[in-house]
């Protein structure tokens, strides 16, 4: 084979190397952004007419931040406590954020955590279950700001 | 977490597309070799490329099987990577070798692990189960190279081999696995503790001196696998895939501080009292020292030279004389690629490894369970730190160490360990990418809490 011949082969294959690069690139640049609605906008209709559920519901009034806790039931009634960013964990572990001293309650009994402007309680597998306002909870659940949350003989509420 | 509000799309048609071209790549190295070398295109080469092209259609057809929204281009990428270092091992061969062939049966070998790892285990949420199963089985690992009988002794000074029948086997590949599994399903179980309590120390939250148990654990680990089977790479592989996994999981920058002081402590001792640390790091600093480079540091100096007779370009595959570099096709792969592909074509390869790097991170964001999330985290940073050490270490970046390159170096449990991670993290990402799965796992035999598999990530806006 030719000395030419060689060397555009050689160059050839460069550039097959990039090409799938390129390719694979372009593949993935459409899921790159972890929430699509962000990069992708609004649905188009004819995206809405087929799938009804990507529709999007009224924007919700804007809520309230809240920012403290308040036990307004139980043992610690009337505890107050400032919500900063990071997670609280709630339960009669001395390790805990806020220590319980409630029978009725776990040692790591819950965790409260703050995601995008929204609290939200999720149940650490305890005894007695954690109760949102008279559902228990079985997941992660948002709490809104004035709405109760038991555990064990112990309410506590987000405050504005 | 932001929701995905389109609907999922398995893209199983863009893979094959992508696959195509991967194995155009792996193929056209492989003929490249032969048309440079003057070599017919017999019935071995024939035969070679249409393995690697069935057994990786084999592999896309179980995907579209088993794993529907799985992500489309790790499996391409891993081929392509694959496929060159067939290519290139086959090339390297003097008249006589076969590590090309053996390298191939590995290859194939792999990818039915690999296959049977996604038919068989279906959801990576099971092996939350086998957190402490999977310590027992590192440390199992960990061991077996130091047991007489079974250890095949020192070889290059480093013992991590055993021999299995005609067969060595290197069961430290395997034990980055079974440890990213077990630091996955430990942290996922006890972050709120580790994360809630600690006193704070100026900017920096330190964790209580209990919660640092699994950190000590780890450090001891890496440490005797540096004294007793005098395995550097390694060491740091361990070391530095746990300090990540605790820092995704808690987010917390001290634990970082505390694992690069016990590195540089370590690493520090180590190079005062182990004489096999001091010559790596002499070898590394004084690497174009005439009385250096006689008895240490010859492989890198020659690697480097290669590299630059490489240039931009490259000598084309099967015109270079890689060959002058001992272990020019395991440990030195990277400087025989990048002399006969050049900067060009060795930046190409980085690309492709940081692509398959993003897309195990892009598993990890996506999917909503913690232990998933911190397992594909784990595993894809365990391939790009070896990458890093590797090609660092070649390119006398940082001291040479004995790590395989991911996919391209000759080494049959290389190969079958990342192509298990391959497999673990295409499961992860068809949880990522798939449909919402709301049913919960069937339940596991024995006394597992109920619970212990909710998703901490699954929240669904009202």
Redesign the interface.
Known sequence: ?SELT??A???G??L??????F???S??RR??M?????A?GA?TAR?VRK?PE?AEAPAPPAKQQARQLVVVEGPLKGTTLPLAAS???LGRAQ???LVLEDDYASG?HA?LFP?GSRW?I????STNGTYLGDQQL?????VDPGVPVRIGKTVIELRP | MSQLSSTPKPRRNVEVALLLLALAVGIGANMLVGVDQEKAFDSDFWFQSSLLAVAALVFHGVLRFRAKYADPVILPLVVALNGIGLAMIHRLDAPGDDTGNNQLRWTLIAMAVAIAVIWFLKDHRILRRFTFISLAASALLLLLPLIPGISAGEILGARVWIRLGPMTFQPGEVAKITLAIFFAGYLSSNRDLILLAGRKIGPLQFPRFKDMGPMITAWLVSIGVLIFQRDLGSSVLFFGLFIVMIYVATSRISWVVIGLALILGGGFVASRVFSHVEQRIDGWLNAFTPEVYENGSRQVIQGLFGMANGGLVGTGLGQGRPDLVPFANSDMIIASLGEELGLIGLFAIVLMYLLLFTRGFRAALGTRDAFGKLLACGLSFAVALQCFVVIGGVTRLIPLTGLTTPFLAAGGSSLLANWIIVGLLLMISHTARGPVDTTPLPPAKGTESVGIDTPTEAVKHP
């Open positions: 084979m060689i060397t082969l050689r160059f294959f460069l097959l190397l990039w090409v799938l690069i390719s694979i690139v593949a993935m899921d790159l972890v929430g699509r609605k962000a992708a649905p995206q799938n990507l997670p609280i964990l390790e805990a954020t790591r965790r995601q939200f999720e149940d650490l597998g079985t997941r992660a659940l948002p």
